[in-house]
C-alpha cells in the first residue's frame, strides 16, 4: 500500500508540472536526462550505439525516447500515450471588453470537452509562445503560476431549469472572465512576465486553459485518486516510468508520447504522423543496418497503445456493457472493440495475460455496449504506418473529459509492473 502511495504522489506531481503538452515534454525531458537519455535533435546527424539510451522531440509536445540492447536486436517493444488533454484553446487577439465592466478572453474547444466541469473553478494558462531572441525566432513554454480565470456560471435565479440540463454555447457561455475594468494589465504582459520575455518579443503563442486543482486522494480508505488530466498522463507517468526503471533486452524499448490524440492525431507530431516512422529509419541507418533488417524487426515487435478506459459508473449502471464491467482499482483494462477502433485481437491479447500473470497484474477486459459508439486511440493510427503486432490497454476511470476526472489510487502500480514485464522481456 505505501509503493502505491508513493506512486500516487509521484504521479500528482507530475501531472502538476504538466500544465498542457509541452510542459508533459519538457517534464519527460528533465526526467529521462536524469535516468541517463542523450537528447538527439531531428535536424541533426544521430550518433547511436549498442547500449545506448536516447530520446528526440517533435514540435515541443511529442516524445520517442529509446534503449537499444547491447546484444543481439530482436524486435522492437513500443509503448504509446498522448500528451494532450481536452480544454479551451486561447485565440489570436483574445481579450474582450463587456460593457466596459469585464475583460473575458476569446477562447475555443480543443476536444470532446465536458464543458460544465470548467465553470466555478480557479483556472491559469499555460502552453508555448514563440518569440524573437538575439533576431531568432525561439519557443518558450510559459506557466502563469496564479488563479488567473474563472468561467461563471449563470445564478439559478436567472435560470429556473438549470438542473434540468442547460445547452452550453461555448462562445457564448464558456468566456472565462480576466479582469475587472480599468485593469491596464494586459494578456501579453502576464504571458512575457511569467517566461521572461518583454511583450513586444513574442509573435505567436500555443495557450490553454489549465485547471488548478492539485491531484487529491479521496475514499473511505484513500482508494480513488481526483486529478485534471488523468487521460492520458497516468499512462504517460507509468510508460516512462516503467521504462526508466528496465534495461533492455533483446528488443529495443520504446516509450512514445504523442500530441493531439484528442484532435484527431492529424499533426506532425501526432500518431497519424511519420514521427515513429522515422525514427525507426534513422535508428536502422544510426546502426548501419539494411532495411530489409528493420523490416525484419518489425515483424518481431510488438506495441502497447496505453490509454485510458471507461469504468463501471456507480450512477449509470446501464451505459456499460452487460457483462465486461471495469472497476476502480481492478487492475489494468483490456481493450476490445469489433470494428477495430481497439487493435486487441486474440493473439496480441494471449500476450498481454501471460505479460499480466508474470507481473501479478490484475486484468480487466472493456468493450462498449453493442449500442454506444466509442472513441478511438492511439494503435489503430499508429499502425497506418507501421505494421506491428499490437494490443490496446487503459486505467479505469470515471468523468473521462471532465476537468477533473477519478481512478483508483492503486491501479498506477499495476500498469508500472505489467509495462516493466513487457520492457523486460
Same mark, same amino acid.
Given at each position: 500500500?505505501?509503493?502505491?502511495q508513493?506512486?500516487?504522489?509521484?504521479?500528482?506531481?507530475?501531472i502538476?508540472?504538466?500544465?498542457?503538452a509541452?510542459?508533459?515534454?519538457?517534464?519527460?525531458?528533465?526526467?529521462?536526462?536524469?535516468a541517463g537519455?542523450?537528447?538527439?535533435?531531428?535536424?541533426?546527424?544521430?550518433?547511436i550505439?549498442?547500449?545506448?539510451?536516447?530520446?528526440?522531440v517533435?514540435?515541443?509536445?511529442?516524445?520517442?525516447?529509446?534503449a537499444?540492447?547491447?546484444?543481439?536486436?530482436q524486435?522492437?517493444?513500443?509503448?504509446?500515450?498522448?500528451s494532450?488533454?481536452p480544454?479551451?484553446?486561447?485565440?489570436?487577439?483574445?481579450?474582450?471588453k463587456?460593457?466596459?465592466?469585464y475583460?473575458?478572453?476569446?477562447t475555443?474547444?480543443y476536444?470532446?470537452?465536458i464543458?460544465?466541469?470548467?465553470m466555478?473553478?480557479?483556472?491559469?494558462?499555460?502552453g508555448?509562445?514563440?518569440?524573437q531572441i538575439?533576431?531568432?525566432?525561439?519557443s518558450? =513554454?510559459?506557466?502563469?503560476?496564479?488563479d488567473?480565470?474563472?468561467?461563471?456560471?449563470?445564478?439559478i435565479?436567472?435560470?429556473?431549469?438549470?438542473?434540468?440540463?442547460?445547452?452550453l =454555447?461555448?462562445?457564448?457561455?464558456?468566456?472565462?472572465l480576466?479582469?475587472?475594468?480599468?485593469?491596464?494589465?494586459s494578456?501579453?504582459?502576464?504571458?512575457?512576465k511569467a517566461?521572461?520575455l518583454e511583450?513586444?518579443?513574442?509573435?505567436?503563442?500555443d495557450?490553454?486553459?489549465?485547471?488548478?486543482q492539485?491531484?487529491?486522494?479521496?475514499?473511505a480508505?484513500?482508494?480513488?485518486?481526483?486529478?485534471?488530466r488523468?487521460?492520458?498522463?497516468?499512462?504517460?507517468?507509468?510508460?516512462a516510468?516503467?521504462m526508466?526503471?528496465?534495461?533492455?533486452?533483446?528488443?529495443i524499448?520504446?516509450c512514445?508520447?504523442?500530441? =493531439?490524440e484528442e484532435?484527431?492525431?492529424?499533426?506532425?507530431?501526432g500518431?497519424?504522423?511519420?514521427f515513429l516512422e522515422?525514427?525507426l529509419?534513422?535508428?536502422?541507418? @544510426?546502426?548501419?543496418?539494411?532495411?530489409?533488417?528493420l523490416?525484419?524487426?518489425?515483424a518481431d515487435?510488438?506495441?502497447i497503445?496505453?490509454?485510458?478506459?471507461?469504468?463501471?459508473h456507480p450512477?449509470q449502471?446501464?451505459?456499460?456493457d452487460?457483462?465486461?464491467?471495469?472497476?476502480?482499482?481492478?487492475?489494468?483494462?483490456?481493450k476490445?472493440?469489433? =470494428?477495430q477502433k481497439?487493435?486487441?485481437?486474440?493473439?496480441s491479447?494471449?500476450?498481454?495475460?501471460?505479460?499480466?500473470?508474470?507481473?501479478?497484474v490484475?486484468?480487466?477486459?472493456y468493450?462498449?455496449?453493442?449500442?454506444?459508439?466509442g472513441g478511438?486511440t492511439l494503435?489503430?493510427?499508429?499502425?497506418?504506418?507501421?505494421?506491428?503486432?499490437?494490443?490496446?490497454? @487503459?486505467?479505469?476511470?470515471?468523468?473521462?473529459h471532465?476537468?477533473?476526472?477519478t481512478?483508483?489510487?492503486?491501479?498506477?502500480?499495476?500498469?508500472?509492473r505489467?509495462l516493466q514485464?513487457?520492457y523486460?522481456?
Amino acid at each position: 500500500m505505501e509503493q502505491g502511495q508513493n506512486r500516487t504522489q509521484e504521479l500528482f506531481d507530475f501531472i502538476e508540472n504538466s500544465p498542457t503538452a509541452y510542459q508533459a515534454v519538457e517534464e519527460l525531458e528533465r526526467r529521462f536526462e536524469k535516468a541517463g537519455y542523450e537528447c538527439l535533435k531531428e535536424t541533426e546527424h544521430w550518433e547511436i550505439r549498442r547500449g545506448g539510451r536516447y530520446y528526440v522531440v517533435r514540435n515541443d509536445s511529442s516524445l520517442l525516447a529509446f534503449a537499444i540492447p547491447a546484444k543481439e536486436i530482436q524486435g522492437f517493444h513500443i509503448v504509446a500515450s498522448h500528451s494532450d488533454s481536452p480544454t479551451f484553446k486561447i485565440k489570436e487577439d483574445a481579450e474582450m471588453k463587456v460593457e466596459d465592466a469585464y475583460v473575458r478572453l476569446n477562447t475555443e474547444k480543443y476536444g470532446g470537452m465536458i464543458l460544465n466541469t470548467w465553470m466555478d473553478r480557479p483556472l491559469s494558462i499555460a502552453g508555448r509562445v514563440a518569440a524573437q531572441i538575439d533576431g531568432k525566432v525561439v519557443s518558450r =513554454n510559459v506557466t502563469v503560476d496564479q488563479d488567473l480565470l474563472v468561467i461563471p456560471n449563470l445564478a439559478i435565479h436567472m435560470n429556473r431549469d438549470a438542473n434540468k440540463g442547460v445547452e452550453l =454555447n461555448p462562445q457564448q457561455d464558456m468566456l472565462p472572465l480576466f479582469s475587472g475594468a480599468g485593469t491596464d494589465t494586459s494578456l501579453t504582459e502576464i504571458v512575457a512576465k511569467a517566461c521572461g520575455l518583454e511583450p513586444e518579443q513574442i509573435l505567436a503563442h500555443d495557450l490553454f486553459l489549465y485547471v488548478r486543482q492539485s491531484g487529491r486522494i479521496a475514499g473511505a480508505k484513500g482508494e480513488f485518486i481526483l486529478s485534471p488530466r488523468l487521460d492520458d498522463l497516468q499512462c504517460v507517468f507509468a510508460s516512462a516510468t516503467a521504462m526508466m526503471s528496465c534495461d533492455a533486452g533483446d528488443h529495443i524499448n520504446m516509450c512514445a508520447v504523442f500530441d =493531439n490524440e484528442e484532435v484527431g492525431s492529424s499533426t506532425r507530431q501526432g500518431a497519424d504522423s511519420t514521427f515513429l516512422e522515422d525514427v525507426l529509419v534513422r535508428i536502422r541507418e @544510426g546502426l548501419g543496418q539494411s532495411e530489409e533488417w528493420l523490416r525484419r524487426l518489425i515483424a518481431d515487435s510488438f506495441l502497447i497503445s496505453a490509454d485510458n478506459a471507461h469504468a463501471l459508473h456507480p450512477n449509470q449502471v446501464s451505459k456499460a456493457d452487460p457483462v465486461n464491467r471495469p472497476v476502480l482499482n481492478g487492475g489494468v483494462v483490456l481493450k476490445y472493440h469489433g =470494428n477495430q477502433k481497439y487493435t486487441t485481437d486474440a493473439l496480441s491479447a494471449a500476450m498481454l495475460k501471460v505479460l499480466a500473470k508474470r507481473a501479478e497484474v490484475p486484468l480487466q477486459v472493456y468493450t462498449n455496449r453493442s449500442d454506444i459508439a466509442g472513441g478511438s486511440t492511439l494503435g489503430n493510427i499508429s499502425m497506418r504506418h507501421i505494421s506491428i503486432p499490437s494490443a490496446d490497454i @487503459g486505467l479505469p476511470q470515471l468523468a473521462m473529459h471532465s476537468a477533473v476526472e477519478t481512478a483508483g489510487a492503486r491501479d498506477t502500480e499495476y500498469l508500472i509492473r505489467l509495462l516493466q514485464e513487457f520492457y523486460s522481456a
